[in-house]
């Protein structure tokens, strides 16, 4: 009796366990809960790290690096992970839009390298969806500093790598003085000088990344570049696909990274971190009247507690929101290197005091916040 009581007790705690969530009962999303477990349609959490939205044909797609348990999960053992969702809280899982390739070692995007900042727009000239992507071919560390580019007819892949490699060889940037292009090259020049000059052979390199499109449908690459020191703003050819040679250098040794990019009443901001690994740091701004420049960097946007470690993220993008003009989400990691698949999402409404990006933590929100 005691033994058929215990069953029973079993199978309704089974069953009530079993209807938080699954498959058929998805949890109903309906506020942003930054920094918490966010569940996808599965009931899983949301695995799209350092990534980027694309809207398109009403739906908005979530690409970011899909991480695996451990410290493993800082390398791409997977790829990168595509989400839907019409209403930015609740989100289908897609599946994997770019794969990275098993059992070719020597393949640029061979599973182990280190695939980041995984960014999609669309191609209205040729009809495809673009993916850039910060790659670190396998067992080389982050010496590489490539830029990956990747093709797809739908806006959930599957992507087709095409190419990877530093960015712009031979081209000088747009704002470099004439001087420092051709003074005598020495090791003992400035790095800001010496790391440029030594890479405009091979191409300059190229870590954190953003691509943002502008209304005229131009686009551009935002990386770090010169090991950091330094941010490049980098023209797109009219498919996206490549560079045109035409870039300007910003923020010059100022160890800028995770470059965000918004355009906020005809003029653009930046949000970006300094330059600490996985661990936060305080995120810095910037306002700009033309993309190229000049930028004029402001304060630290976060206020409050934490503000100063950017309440623990990293920006990897800024979302236009759809149907409310002007009004933007900053969105931030939360890394958890130690074990990777435990990173979280941290996004906050953006809000303006004249040309100050202002962002205030908040426990919970919804749009209506904006
Ligand atoms: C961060 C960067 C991340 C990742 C990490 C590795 O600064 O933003 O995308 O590259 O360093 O340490």
């Known amino acids: 009796m005691i033994n058929t009581m215990k069953s029973l007790l079993a199978l309704c705690l089974f069953y009530s366990a079993a209807s938080v969530s699954t498959a058929e009962t998805p949890i109903k999303h309906t506020s942003f809960r930054p920094g918490e477990i966010w569940t996808d349609n599965n009931g899983a959490h949301i695995n799209a790290h350092g990534g980027g939205i694309l809207y398109d044909k009403g739906t908005y797609y979530w690409y970011g690096e899909h991480k695996v348990e451990g410290d493993a999960g800082n390398y791409a053992q997977v790829g990168v992970h595509c989400y839907s969702s019409k209403d930015l809280y609740n989100w289908k899982d897609e599946g994997i839009a770019l794969k990275v390739v098993e059992g070719d070692h020597s393949h640029p995007i061979a599973k182990g390298c280190i695939l980041e900042r995984p960014k999609v727009v669309y191609n209205k000239k040729t009809g495809k969806y673009v993916m850039w992507f910060h790659l670190e071919l396998k067992g080389k560390g982050y010496g590489s500093a490539y830029a990956g580019v990747a093709t797809a007819t739908k806006p959930t892949g599957p992507f087709k790598f095409l190419k990877a490699g530093r960015v712009n060889p031979g081209k ?80 010059i040794n100022r160890y800028m990274e995770a470059p965000a990019i918004c355009k906020h009443k005809g003029k653009y901001y930046l949000i970006a971190s300094g330059c600490t690994g996985w661990a936060p740091n305080a995120a810095r701004s910037a306002v700009a009247k033309n993309i190229a420049g000049p930028w004029m960097e402001l304060k630290n946007p976060c206020v409050g507690p934490k503000a100063g470690i950017t309440f623990g993220g990293q920006s990897p993008f800024i979302l236009p929101v759809q149907g409310k003009p002007g009004k933007f989400i900053f969105m931030a990691d939360i890394w958890r290197p130690k074990n990777a698949i435990d990173g979280r999402y941290l996004w906050l409404p953006m809000k303006w005091e004249g040309d100050q990006i202002i962002l205030e933590w908040k426990d919970e929100w919804t749009l209506d916040d904006l």
């Open 172 to 251: 000088w940037p747009l704002n470099m003085d004439k001087k420092d292009q051709t003074a005598e090259f020495t090791k003992e020049m400035p790095d800001y000088v010496r790391i440029i000059r030594r890479d405009y052979p091979g191409g300059q390199m190229s870590r954190d990344m953003t691509i943002f499109v502008d209304d005229n449908g131009k686009a551009y690459h935002i990386y770090s570049s010169e090991g950091n020191i330094t941010l490049h703003i980098a023209e797109l050819t009219p498919d996206y696909t490549g560079h045109t040679g035409k870039y300007v250098r910003a923020f």
